[in-house]
Structure formats: C-alpha cells, structure tokens
C-alpha cells in the first residue's frame, strides 16, 4: 500500500468496518421478527401515523435471506471499490443519505405502499463511489469509469419514470425501480455537494484530507 493510498483512501480495518456495520445492521432488521415489522417502509404508516423512522430503518429491513444477501453482498463490493480513494465514515454517510433519500421520494409514489432494501441506497452509493473513485489514477480511474457508465446505463434502462415498481418472478416481489433512480440522483447530488465543499475548503485535490 502506498503513501498516497493511505492519504486518500480507507484503511483495510475501516473498509472491513463498514462493511460488518452494514451486514450486521442489514440482518437485525431482517431477521429480528419485531425490528422488521417496524423497520419497513409502509407509506400509510408514515403519511397518516407519523412513523417518521420508518424512513431510516426500511433500507435495512429486507424480504428474505436472498434479498439480504444479495444487497449485503453488492455493498461490500461497492465499499471495498470505492474505499480506494474514499473514506469509511464518508462511504457510510452517503450510504445513509442516499437510504434516507430514496424513502423521502417514494412517499411521492402512490403505487408503492410497502418497501425494504438497500438497493436504492446502493445505487447511490455506486455512483457517488464511482465519480470519487475517478479522482485517483490507473485502476481506480479505469474502476470509476466502469462504474459510472454500468449505474447510468441500468437506470436508463429501468426507465422508472415510465414504470416505479415491476414485478421480479425470481424474487417474488415487485423491484421498485423508482428507488434506483432517485437513489443514483441523491448519491450524484452528494458528489456534487462534496466537490463543492472541497473547492471551498481550500480548492486543491487534498483539501478534504488536510490535517
């Protein structure tokens, strides 16, 4: 490991970190009867019984073992890519963010009355991961690219906007696509608030890691 990839990027024992946090966190809302019951987005019970919370904790709750490995597993990847130029706290606070966002924008859908998942946190996090990962060289710049064009290219063909939520036979619930989408634009909006910051604390590339 070089220098400038410990300045720059997570440590091993903080990528590792975030990604038991996410795991273990994921799995109590998941497996816990009395956390996933109250862990889920229910669109009425946040609209009319004020379950504030609900926008917090439905990234975590997921319906069933496959759907929770499958997003624990995506998240790991995405952490372990982007903990190349990035952060561990700042990996998990845009996950957060981009969670939180995605339950904000679907009070808006009408046709979504239930939700649980990460995925609409993940595709955040991958893009937001992706633009940040293109501010190293080599590998990491090569990663970023990929990743870029892989999260825009499957929101323009999930085309959300036409159709929020499309039943999955494989899973047996509906994918609600709606959450991919504004998930992408919450984590691409984090990027740009970020740079911003960056550029205003001090304008060079190294300014967020300054002492």
Known sequence: MTPERRRTGATWPGVLAAIAAVWALSALFTFVPWLHAHGLFLRDAVRTDHEWW???????AHLG??????????????????????????????LLICGVAAQIALLRVSAVGWYGGLSGALHGLALWGALTLLRGAGLSR?????????????VWLEQSWLAPIVFEPS??????????????????????????????????????DAP
């Not at 609900?54 to 975590?60: D, G, H, I, P």
Request: charged content about 15%; aromatic content about 10%.
């Open 171 to 208: 899973w047996g619930f509906g994918v609600v696509r709606a959450a991919h989408a504004t998930g992408a634009v919450a984590g691409l909006v984090c990027w740009v608030l970020q740079e911003w910051w960056r550029g205003r604390a001090g304008g060079g590339p190294d300014a967020a």
């Open 54 to 60: 609900r926008l917090l904790s439905a990234m975590w």
């Open 142 to 154: 090569v990663i970023g690219v990929l990743l870029s064009l892989g999260v825009l290219v499957k």
């Open 65 to 94: 073992w496959r759907h929770w490995l499958a997003d624990a597993c995506a998240a790991a990847g995405l952490l372990l890519l982007a903990g190349r130029e990035a952060r561990a706290r700042d990996m998990l606070l845009v």
